[in-house]
């Protein structure tokens, strides 16, 4: 129906400002180098959708894939932690940012907003963020999940899902509850320091992509199926053994509702970014398919 916020589209420097908004008057060239950051949503008669992705466009930094392995590890975290009902959403926040707090970095902002339904994009009650939040995180409840990492004057990294909180199961203990990712959007393999990642994360990193493959490849068809990584997973290296570069050909897709003004960049642009990739409910829905994202990818 319509955007639900304005979308942030920064490249290098300016993706170190969390709310960076574009500017004719500051128009910036896109580089075959560095990372590029879109966090955008809309308004569907579904539901309501908000989704950052960070991508590399070529060579990076040793900082730059540090930092962008240590918001994916924290983005993994939050996603895949299990909690007793009655626990307050501000009380996650420290399990998302314990990879980046060892590292002694951090980031200001929340790491989750709650998402209405065809509603605010930021909603309440339950807020994960370092501000105390006296309410509980419950069943049902839509939050995002998005930690980040932003260098001034050299980059910015955030990646963000929409999550569900389900019941996971019961003990002697009581209820206890998790979640679930409401976002179909692969995550870049190229910029992650593999070695950095637990078996647990890797895992998960694998099986999501793994999904999003298999919800997008039925209203795909051609050279837009080809997506090696859901057939040829990251591996886990041991620090004692050597890593093993492994290049392979792939595209990322996404599901994407309308185009973006991309009045800040100049010269040649990629043909996949001239379009808005928009988190996609599931189930996903073929009249909300508008156009594909795609990206050479090497893991």
């Known amino acids: 129906m319509d955007l639900s916020f304005g979308t942030i589209s920064a490249y290098g420097e300016n993706a170190a400002l969390p709310h960076y908004e574009p500017s004719v008057d500051h128009p910036v060239t896109l580089q075959p180098k560095g990372l590029y950051l879109v966090d955008s949503g809309a308004q569907y008669l579904d539901g309501t959708t908000d989704i950052t992705r960070t991508v590399a466009l070529g060579e990076l930094t040793d900082d730059e894939k540090l930092h962008y392995t240590l918001t994916l590890k ?3 975290n939050l996603m895949t932690t299990i909690f007793p009902k009655g626990t307050k959403s501000s009380s996650l926040d420290p399990i998302a940012r314990r990879p980046i707090w060892q590292e ?4 200001r902002h929340g790491t989750g907003h709650g998402v209405g339904f065809y509603l605010g994009v930021h909603e309440g009650p339950q807020r994960i963020a370092s501000v105390n939040n006296d309410i509980d995180m419950d069943e049902g409840m839509v939050t995002s999940d998005e930690p980040g990492i ?5 980059h910015g990294i955030r990646i963000e899902n929409i999550m569900h909180c389900i019941k996971v199961g019961e003990s002697e203990f009581g209820e206890f509850l998790g979640f679930e990712s409401l976002s ?4 870049d393999t190229r910029p992650v320091i593999k070695e950095k990642l637990l078996p647990f994360e890797l895992e998960w990193l694998n ?3 793994k999904e999003c ?6 209203y795909l068809e051609g050279s837009d199926l080809y997506l090696p990584f859901a057939h ?3 591996q ?3 620090i004692c053994r050597p890593v093993v570069q492994c290049h392979h050909s792939a595209k990322l897709l996404s599901i994407c509702q309308s185009p973006i003004q991309m009045c800040s960049l100049t010269g040649n642009l990629p043909f996949f970014l001239k379009c808005s990739p928009i988190l996609c409910l599931k189930p996903i829905h073929a009249s909300n398919v508008f156009s594909i994202w795609t990206l050479n990818m090497q893991v």
């Open 236 to 238: 886990f290296f041991p």
């Open 207 to 209: 099986n999501y992509n």
């Open 104 to 107: 002694m970095l951090d980031f």
């Open 74 to 76: 924290s983005h993994i």
């Open 150 to 154: 932003y260098i001034e004057g050299s």
């Open 184 to 187: 179909i959007c692969p995550i």
């Open 232 to 234: 040829h997973p990251l």
């Open 213 to 218: 493959y298999e919800k997008l490849s039925p």
